[in-house]
């Protein structure tokens, strides 16, 4: 039973390039999220989709962050016209369920770092 | 503003001695209280969790433990063991989200 897949491992993007992350979640699960880490930082929420929905985008940038999370295929997290301060660790996790009343958990995926030079 | 707060940003313990990893959160609202481990290059691991309504969970070497009136939470691993030097992060489950700290580098010394 797979984990959690994030391709890819590694990504460099020059300034003004796009990247995409994508995420597959553990078999079964039908809930995702993405996470940012920053140098020395903890992880902050970015979004949180099921499948052809976003339930709560509150932790995304305005302008330049989208997440999709299609009835087919694995969910992705594009960041248009990247910049510095964009490099970072971006995890996803999965879950069968919602949080609330959780007895279930998030599980993550080993991460796409991202660097921008 | 960080709702949840680790202050330690690292810790030495020396094998089969116990390992006490802190935790302050501000937000009364959480439900859960997580904490994952972490090591270099990989995902987040989750290790053990408490409901709000609990103050103690234990699971082999790991027990949580949750002090409401203090908002304040530690995590004990008795005895630590080398395979337990990671960065181990609190987090707290509020609707559909989980908050994290900043993380705690624990390393084992033999």
């Known amino acids: 039973n797979a984990g959690v897949m994030q391709n890819p491992r590694h990504l460099v993007r020059r300034r003004g390039q796009e990247a995409r992350l994508r995420c597959s979640p553990m078999?079964?699960?039908?809930?995702v999220y993405w996470y940012r880490q920053l140098p020395e930082e903890g992880l902050k929420f970015m979004v949180y989709?099921?499948?052809?929905?976003?339930?709560?985008e509150s932790g995304m940038p305005k302008e330049r962050f989208s997440a999709e999370f299609p009835k087919e295929g694995p969910s992705i997290l594009r960041i248009q016209q990247v910049v510095r301060g964009d490099s970072a660790a971006y995890f996803c996790?999965?879950?069968?369920?919602?949080?609330?009343?959780?007895?279930?958990?998030?599980?993550f995926g080993p991460g796409t770092r991202l660097t921008v030079l | 503003d960080q709702q949840v707060k680790q202050n330690s940003p690292s810790l030495s313990v020396q094998e089969g001695r116990i390992s006490i990893l802190n935790c302050d959160y501000t937000?009364?609202?959480?439900?859960?209280f997580l904490w994952y481990k972490k090591y270099p290059a990989e995902g987040p691991t989750f290790l053990i969790s408490?409901?709000?309504?609990?103050d103690k969970n234990e699971d082999g070497r790991f027990t949580v433990f949750l002090n409401k009136s203090a908002k304040h939470l530690s995590l004990h691993i008795v005895p630590s063991q080398p395979g337990d030097s990671a960065v181990y992060f609190c987090?707290?489950?509020?609707?559909?989200?989980?908050?994290f700290g900043k993380g705690t580098r624990l390393h084992i010394l033999p």
């Open positions: 937000n009364s609202m959480f439900d859960y």
């Open positions: 078999k079964g699960h039908s809930h």
């Open positions: 408490i409901s709000s309504i609990k």
């Open positions: 989709l099921q499948k052809e929905n976003i339930i709560d």
């Open positions: 987090a707290a489950s509020l609707d559909d989200k989980i908050i």
């Open positions: 996790a999965s879950s069968s369920a919602r949080l609330s009343g959780i007895t279930d958990t998030q599980y």
